[in-house]
Structure formats: C-alpha cells, structure tokens
C-alpha cells in the first residue's frame, strides 16, 4: 500500500482511536507515524497503543513509525481557596512560593527557577495567554505584578514566561521514566517538549543512545535564538505552533514557521509541523478553508510532515481527519504549479559528498523516470535524496525494520525492508522488483538505483544505475 503523496501525516493516538479498528482505519486512510502523547495516558495505554499499530503495519504492508512526544515541565500556578479568582485592568496581584491556597490578592507560583528569571517590565502568560501579567518588582522568591486587561486565574493554569531561557530542564523525573519505557518497547522517534538550548538535545542523545532518532519541538522563543546548535543535534523537528503562538505575538508565527521549515530542509532532517491544523474536526466532519489552507500552505513549503493532535486522539472524526488531511495533499502536490514551487526553494549547492545524489536527483527530471531507488543501511543516503525534493517518489530499501520505520516520516520516501545484495545485478533485480510489486514503476519506465559498494557497509553512495522495467 503506496500513497499518492510526498507529504506525511503524523496522527496522535489517545481514546478516541486506541481500537484495532481505528488504527487500521487510519493507517489506511493515510498515516504514516503514529504519535504517542505521554502527556496523556498510562504506560500501558501507550504499550497497547504500539501493538495496534505493529498490527496494523502487518495488515497495509509499509512500515509505521512511532513517535514518543515527552511530556516536559509544566509550569503552573497553585491552587486558590474558592477555585478562581476573577483580575479587572490594574488589579494588583502577588506571586509567591508560600503553598497557603490563593485569593484575589496572591497565589503560590511553585517554581524558583520562574523568579530568578524575572525583571520588572517582564510580562508572565496565564492559561495559554488568556491572562497577562506585568512585573513591577520581583525577587528570588516573588514578584509583585499588576493584570493587563481583566482576567480569571484558576487552579493549574500553565505559566509561560515569553523570551527568557530558564535554567530548568526539559526532562523531568516523569519524562526519564517515560522514556525509558518508550525504547524498551521500541519507538522510533523521541520528541521533546521545552527545548531551550543545544545542551538540552544533547542531553536526550545521550540518554536515547542511538536506540532511536531525536526530535526537537521548536515551541520556546529562546530556542529560536540558539536554532543552529539545536539542529546540530538533532534528526527532526517539529514546529510546535500551539506555545509558539502564546509566546510570540500571531503575526510572528507564520514567518518563524517558515524560517524553521527551511532550516530544516536545508540540514536535510525532517520537519513535522504541528497543533491545530484541523482542529475543528475535533467536532465537525469537515475542517474550515482556513485550515484546509492551512495545510495546504505547509505542503507549499516543503515540509516533511503535518500533525493532527486531538483531532485523532479525542475527535469525534479521526479517521476523516487523516482522509482529508491526505486529500488536501494530494490536491496540492497535483497542482501544475507545485513543481515550480519546489524547485524555487531548492538552493543546495552540489558538493563531493552529495555528487552522486546531485547526479540521480538531475537524472530523475526524465520524463520516463518512475520512481528512485536508494539502498541504505542507515537511512542517510534517502534522506540525502529527499533533502533535494525529487518529484518522483524515493523507493528506500535497507534491512533495518526500524530504519524503514524511521523513514516513513521523510518527505516522499517509501521505505521497505530488503537484504543486502550480493551483486549489482541482483541490486538490480531486487530494486526493479520491489518498485513494481508496490506499483511505484510500471513496464517500460525507467528506475534510478542509488547504493554503495561494498553493499551493506554504511557510508557515500558510490554507484547510480539505470534500469528498465521490462514491457
């Protein structure tokens, strides 16, 4: 089972679709990587979760990834003694660490590492902006501000602290525990929450240890400032637009969505861009034009994948979700402009690494070339070819279920298993055969095979191959 697209879908799995049935609906009906949320749900929910997408990836016959998405930190406000309390336009208010329960006048803030990064003039963001708060004076254990506008505050509301970097990590005890669990039973990709600074994705690598590939959710501001050495060590990421949004003012958030979908393509890692994409079909069988745009503008961009978060995990219309997702793809990638488009953001420049990836990508512009073939042990050499966004679809074989799995996320790569070749002629055969048994190739088109020699040691391809398929 192929899909019609060079886009991904990453579809979010939670109470809405943890049956057998759904999952193979959804696999079916477009998903690529499923994404277990480990904000939500137990270990074991999570467990069966992943069994019921190794079922289905039986039953469609392509592999299926597995993303982690860690938790992270939360900050949040303490509890008052009547619940909420309601702020008018001036109101003063005080945050403290003191646990004693909140009134109209303060409430605890259990976070040290917030008011040592506090400075009168600072604003604090309250339950995803609804709420600001301005600093007027502040110490190590409290700050003293004043509400911008009326507002509610009530018990656990997030606490965003707009462009300062606070000196707290990313992985909590809650997350060490989650992601030990998620290798044990085998993900393939571990996204974190909270990224500030490249020692924080340094400190997931060595954690992970190569057991799967590492994604950094772009969703701080402080992240934006330190992207390079962030993506230095990283094999994706992903555009968390929902704290972006609360943390940059809205007009900014296109245009750093862009910056970030560039960035990645130009290292050649994958970039999932993600929240609110369909949210709408939370409740409703079909999503607003605006965010069938929405989606459409992603695809435009380049980007490897697009991510439906409660729309599959706790929507009334999962499976339609992913359906329409991968309609509005399909349309766009049909659009007589959309190679154009394509070709306009590809600006790498050859170099001797890449020279016979350069050399198949300049071959693939023949009309008669169905698809790409790339041997690969470790996945490098398909994601070389889709960093430059051939049109044709990247038939990658390796003989590492995970790193096929891993490569569904990737921009127009079917990945599928295969043993190492003997031969170029049997890399031949084997590289025909697949590409028509999936139907990516048809009797007397052309297949371009990408590999390297010796066949199975990882490292440069070094040989390109034309071969037809016989009529």
């Keep these: 089972m192929i899909r019609n697209r060079r886009a991904r879908i990453v579809a979010t799995l939670g109470p809405a679709s943890l049956t057998a049935e759904t999952v193979l609906a959804l696999a079916r009906a477009g998903a690529d990587v ?32 597995i993303l982690a998405d860690l938790q992270g930190p939360k900050l949040r406000l303490g509890d008052f003694k009547d619940g909420e309390v309601h702020l008018v ?16 006048k303060r409430v605890c803030l259990p976070h040290r590492e917030i008011f ?4 009168p003039g600072v604003d604090l963001l309250i339950d995803d902006g609804r709420a600001r708060l301005k600093v007027i004076s502040c110490g190590p254990d409290f700050a003293e501000t004043v509400s911008v506008g009326e507002a509610t505050l009530s018990n656990h509301k997030g606490v965003n602290l707009p462009g300062a970097a606070l000196a707290i990590s990313p992985l909590t005890p809650k997350d060490l525990e989650d992601l030990a669990f998620a290798l044990r039973i085998g993900v393939n990709w571990v996204a974190l929450s909270f990224v500030q600074r490249a020692a924080d994705m340094a400190e997931l690598r060595r954690l992970v240890a190569g057991k799967a590939a590492v994604l950094a959710k772009i969703e701080k501001p402080a992240a934006l400032a330190e992207l390079n050495p962030i993506l230095d060590l990283c094999d994706g990421i992903m555009v968390a637009r929902g704290d972006l949004g609360v943390e940059l003012p809205p007009e900014d958030v296109p245009v750093v969505q862009k910056a970030l979908v560039r960035a990645a ?3 050649g890692i994958p970039v999932i861009v993600a929240t609110q994409m369909m949210e709408s079909m939370r409740d409703a069988p079909t999503p607003t034009r605006a965010e069938a745009s929405d989606v459409a503008g992603a ?12 729309e599959t995990a706790s929507g009334h219309y999962p499976v339609e979700a992913v359906s329409m997702m991968s309609r509005i793809i399909e349309r766009v990638e049909h659009d007589p402009n959309w190679p154009a488009v394509m070709e306009a953001e590809h600006t790498l420049e050859d170099d001797a690494t890449d020279s016979m990836v350069a050399a198949a990508r300049r071959a693939a512009d023949a009309a008669s070339t169905a698809c790409l073939v790339a041997y690969t042990a ?11 966004r051939p049109l044709q679809p990247t038939l990658a074989l390796t003989p590492d279920i995970n790193v096929a799995r891993k490569l569904s996320l990737v921009w127009g790569i ?8 003997d031969s170029v002629e049997s890399m031949t055969q084997i590289a025909v055969g697949i590409a028509a048994g999936i139907g990516l190739a048809e009797p ?17 391809a070094n040989i390109l191959r034309l071969a037809y398929l016989p009529r």
Excluded: C, W
Aim: cysteine-free; aromatic content about 4%.
């Design 378 to 388: 470790t996945g490098q050499t398909a994601l070389r070819l889709a960093r430059r």
């Design 299 to 310: 695809v435009y961009e380049g980007a490897d994948a697009m991510m439906l978060s409660a």
């Design 444 to 460: 007397g088109q052309r297949v371009l095979i990408l590999a390297g020699i010796p066949f199975g040691a990882p490292g440069s």
């Design 34 to 65: 499923f994404r277990l949320n480990f904000s939500h749900g137990t270990h074991e929910d999570h467990e069966k979760a992943l069994g019921l997408v190794r079922q289905a990836e039986n039953t469609v016959e392509r592999p299926l990834g």
């Design 89 to 104: 336009d001036g109101h003063t208010f005080r945050l403290d660490l003191d646990p004693t329960l909140g009134n109209n």
């Design 116 to 119: 040592a990064a506090l400075t």
């Design 265 to 267: 393509r130009a290292r």
């Design 414 to 421: 079917e990945p599928r298993t295969a043993g190492h070749p």
